[in-house]
Nanobody
Framework: QVQLVESGGGFMQTGGSLRLSCAAS????????MGWFRRAPGKEREFVAGMTWSGGSTYYADSVKGRFTISTDNAKNTLYLQMSSLKPEDTAVYYC??????????????????WGQGTQVTVSS
């Protein structure tokens, strides 16, 4: 069973930084598309950032562009989300996800086959 395990969430004040990690259980993710999503209280799950595990272009929601950076460490089978200049509206449960297939749509949650359990990020004003 393939697993994704997030870590690194926590409590931070406005303007602070956090780095989320997503450890993959096996190396088969090398051809997968990886995404970070978040769900704020009372809202739908939304796309935050995405990239192909092997590298290349990265994709960001407008709300986090310039503040968040997605990256991978192939040696550690780990996906990261570096979050800077945090705002209270970034408060959410953050999930990593993996998927594959043609006609890829980064923001569509149904494209992703595997999901982590989520990690809470809380930003105070």
């Amino acid at each position: 069973q393939v697993q994704l395990v997030e870590s690194g969430g926590g409590f931070m004040q406005t303007g602070g930084s956090l780095r989320l990690s997503c450890a993959a259980s096996e190396r088969t993710f090398s051809t997968y598309r990886m995404g970070w999503f978040r769900r704020a209280p009372g809202k739908e799950r939304e796309f935050v950032a995405g990239m192909t595990w092997s590298g290349g272009s990265t994709y960001y929601a407008d709300s986090v562009k310039g503040r968040f950076t997605i990256s991978t460490d192939n040696a550690k089978n780990t996906l990261y989300l570096q979050m800077s200049s945090l705002k209270p509206e970034d408060t959410a449960v953050y999930y990593c996800a993996a998927g594959y297939g043609g006609s890829w749509n980064w923001i569509n949650t149904r494209m992703y086959k595997y999901w982590g359990q989520g990690t809470q990020v809380t930003v105070s004003s």
